[in-house]
Structures are given as structure tokens and as C-alpha cells.
């Protein structure tokens, strides 16, 4: 079973990702088991895939619309976005939207060309589970969460930006430097 980092743990992965086959069609769906779906498929589908033992994910590509799904995101056990390569940032966006606009509050899992430089940026989006390529070590890669001690802008992870948090009261009681 692969190992993703989930909630700043590595842990198991219990989910089958499906992808698309080298020609572009839709791959053959498992009988039973939790299974990540590509878009096309849900909107293809759907009955079968609801009917089916196990639970059911999606996942997006960079350039599909999280509004696709947000009337379903109540039937995913998990929705993953897709990094096809390091320079396509779309997948930060679709984040931001998943959490603050449409509210989904489930994992939110990043896949494709993720590595440890990214973890931290990409759990301010609220990414809280990462499939990192191949090569990538999880366990070295839980360092990436304490690169930086704050940031300065707001994120889905701190919705006020620091200079409006200065003015709260610390987390841990200590003064605000």
C-alpha cells in the first residue's frame, strides 16, 4: 500500500486512484473498494459508481472547475487535485475554492508533481493530504510543515493576515513579536 501524508502524518493510503488510459478513455472500474475517480468518469458514471461497495472519490485536473463537483462533494469520501507538472499553480486556487467558497471540509488531496518544497504553500490552500511523486520520502518530507514559523498572509488554514492576528491574543499565551 503506497504512503501519503495525511494531516502531518505519514500514513497508508487506502484509496485506489483511477486515471484516464494512455489513449484518453475511461479505465475499467473495480467491482468493490475506495476508488478516486477522474471527473469524466463521475459525470459518466455516476449511478454505477454510487451503487458500487466502497467509497467513492474525484479528483479534478488543473484546468476542471471545482463547480463541477460542488453539488456532490457530499458523496466523496475525498477529493484530490491534480498537479501534472511543477510550474501549473491552478491546483492552489482550486483549493482555496473547494474550502472557502464551496465549504468542503473532508481530506482535500494534492496528486501529481508534489514535492516536500511545496507542503507548506499547499496546506495554506487546505490541502490536508499530500501524494507526493515518486522519490519522495514522507517521513523526510513532514519537515517541509515547519519551514517557516508564519506567514504573512491570510490562507484557508488563517483566514486573517497577520497584521490583523498581531492585535489577537497569542495561541500560546507569549507576546506576538
Not at 461497495?53 to 475525498?78: Q, T
Not at 520520502?137 to 490562507?155: C, K, R, T
Request: charged letters at 30%; hydrophobic letters at 40%.
Amino acid at each position: 500500500m503506497a504512503l501519503i501524508i495525511k494531516d502531518r502524518k505519514v500514513a497508508a493510503d487506502p484509496w485506489h486512484r483511477l486515471e484516464l488510459n494512455a489513449e484518453g478513455s475511461l479505465p475499467a472500474v473495480p467491482s468493490a473498494g475506495d476508488i478516486i475517480v477522474p471527473l469524466a468518469l463521475w459525470q459518466g458514471r455516476r449511478k454505477e459508481l454510487l451503487a458500487r461497495p466502497g467509497r467513492l472519490g474525484v479528483w479534478l485536473d488543473s484546468h476542471e472547475d471545482p463547480a463541477d463537483i460542488a453539488e456532490d462533494l457530499r458523496l466523496f469520501g475525498v477529493v484530490a487535485v491534480n498537479f501534472p507538472k511543477f510550474g501549473d499553480g491552478r491546483g492552489f486556487s482550486t483549493a482555496r475554492l473547494l474550502r472557502e467558497r464551496y465549504g468542503w471540509k473532508g481530506e482535500l488531496r494534492a496528486v501529481g508533481d508534489i514535492f516536500r518544497d511545496q507542503l507548506f504553500f499547499l496546506s495554506s490552500c487546505g490541502f490536508n493530504a499530500f501524494a507526493l511523486r515518486e522519490g519522495e520520502d514522507p517521513q523526510e518530507a513532514l519537515a517541509a510543515f515547519g519551514d517557516f514559523s508564519e506567514a504573512y498572509q491570510n490562507s484557508a488554514e488563517r483566514p486573517l493576515p497577520l497584521f490583523r492576528r498581531r492585535h489577537l491574543p497569542s495561541p500560546d499565551g507569549m507576546e506576538w513579536s
